[in-house]
C-alpha cells in the first residue's frame, strides 16, 4: 500500500492561538482510542496526546473503546457532539469494516478528517516453542502439520488481519486463524503459547524480541526496517514480487465541527508534527509520526478499499 505523504506547510505552523475566531478549547478534549490499553495505538496515542496538549492549552484524555476491529470506536465518534471535545485516533480499518461487518453505523462522510496521525508497519513473530527462526523454517514446519498452528490478529479487518489473510494465501498455508479485541490481548496469548504466531505492531515487538520472548521471523514493510535492520522483508524472505502491509491512523473529528474549530486542531497537529524529539521517541519503536494533510487522508482511506478490499471480501467468503 502507498504511503501518501504530504506534511502541512510552514504557514499553518506560524498561525498562533490569538489568530482564531473561537476560543476552543476551554476544556479538555478527548481522544479515543479503537483498541484496547497497551497496545500500539494506545502508547502512541498517549504520547501524541501529551504533546498535542501542550499546543491546544487544556489535556488530552484518552478514552479507549475496543471492539468489532474499531467499528465500536468508529460508530460512537460517529453519533458524538461535533464541537471538538471528541477527537478520534481512527485507523484504516473504519475504510474497510462493512465489506465484513454489520455492525457498521457510519459511512466516511460521517467525519472530518483533520490530519495523518502515525504509520507503523509489522513484524511476524512467533513462540520460541516452534523452535523456528526463519521463514523458511516455519512454512516449513507449518507445511509439515497442517491445521495445527494458530496465528492471532487484533481483529477482523485489522490490517495485521490483512497481513495475515495476505501471507496465508501466498503461501498457501493451513492454519487457524484467532481474531482479538485489539493487540495486547493477542500478545498475551502469544506469550503464554495459547497461539502460536502473529503479525504485530513493530512497537509491540521490539521489546519481546529483546527479550528473546518471541522470536522475530520477517517485516511486512518492502524496506527493511532500521529499528530491526536483521530482519527481513516477507518479500526476500518469500522471494515474492509484492508484499507490504502497513498500519496508519487518521485523526478525525465527528461530521460537522466548525470550521474554526477544524483549523485549530490542523493548525496544533501541523506543529506536533513537526516536534522532532517526539518523532525520534516514536521512531524508535518502529512508529512514523506521518502529520499529513486532510486531502492525502482522504486518498489513503480510498486507496486502502481499493487494494484491501477484494482480499477482506474473499476471506469473508471462505468464513
Known amino acids: 500500500m502507498r504511503i501518501f505523504a504530504s506534511i502541512l506547510g510552514a504557514s499553518a505552523l506560524l498561525a498562533s492561538t490569538a489568530a482564531w475566531a473561537t476560543d ?93 496521525w ?13 523452535e523456528v527462526s ?29 497481513a495475515t489473510e495476505f501471507w496465508v494465501d501466498v503461501g498457501d498455508l493451513d492454519l487457524a486463524i484467532v481474531h482479538y479485541q485489539g493487540g495486547a490481548p493477542a500478545r498475551q496469548d502469544l506469550l503464554a503459547g495459547n497461539i502460536d504466531m502473529m503479525f504485530a505492531a513493530t512497537l509491540e515487538v521490539l521489546p519481546l524480541l529483546e527479550a528473546e520472548s518471541t522470536v522475530g521471523i520477517a517485516v511486512t ?4 526496517l532500521d529499528a530491526a535492520p536483521e530482519l527481513p522483508t516477507v518479500e526476500e524472505a518469500m522471494d515474492l514480487d509484492f508484499f507490504e502491509a502497513v498500519f496508519w491512523q487518521t ?8 470550521d474554526d474549530v477544524v483549523e485549530r486542531l490542523r493548525s496544533a497537529m ?4 513537526q516536534d522532532e524529539e517526539l518523532r525520534a521517541a516514536l521512531a524508535e519503536q518502529g512508529v512514523l509520526l506521518n502529520v499529513t494533510d486532510d486531502e492525502a487522508v482522504v486518498e489513503r482511506l480510498a486507496t486502502a478499499e481499493d487494494v484491501f478490499g477484494p482480499l477482506l471480501e474473499r476471506a469473508a467468503g471462505s468464513d
Open 118 to 130: 502515525i504509520d507503523s508497519a509489522f513484524i511476524l513473530h512467533v513462540h520460541p516453542s516452534l
Open 221 to 224: 514493510t518492502r524496506d527493511r
Open 134 to 162: 526463519t521463514m523458511d523454517e516455519l512454512l516449513a514446519k507449518i507445511r509439515e502439520n497442517p491445521d495445527t498452528y494458530a496465528i492471532g490478529t487484533s481483529g477482523i479487518g485489522a490490517v495485521n488481519h490483512l
Open 24 to 116: 476552543y478549547p476551554t476544556q479538555p478534549v478527548t481522544l479515543v482510542i479503537p483498541y484496547s490499553p497497551g497496545g500500539l495505538t494506545d502508547t502512541s496515542g498517549r504520547l501524541i496526546g501529551e504533546r498535542l496538549s501542550e499546543e491546544l492549552g487544556q489535556p488530552v484524555v484518552i478514552e479507549n473503546r475496543a471492539g468489532a476491529g474499531t467499528t465500536v470506536a468508529s460508530n460512537w465518534v460517529a453519533e458524538q457532539e461535533p464541537d471538538g471535545y471528541t477527537i478520534y485516533a481512527a485507523a484504516v480499518s473504519m475504510a474497510l469494516n462493512h465489506l465484513i461487518q454489520d455492525e457498521v453505523n457510519y459511512t466516511l462522510d460521517d467525519f472530518t478528517y483533520i490530519s495523518g
Open 251 to 258: 485523526l478525525v473529528t465527528p461530521a460537522g465541527t466548525p
Open 270 to 273: 501541523a506543529v506536533v508534527g
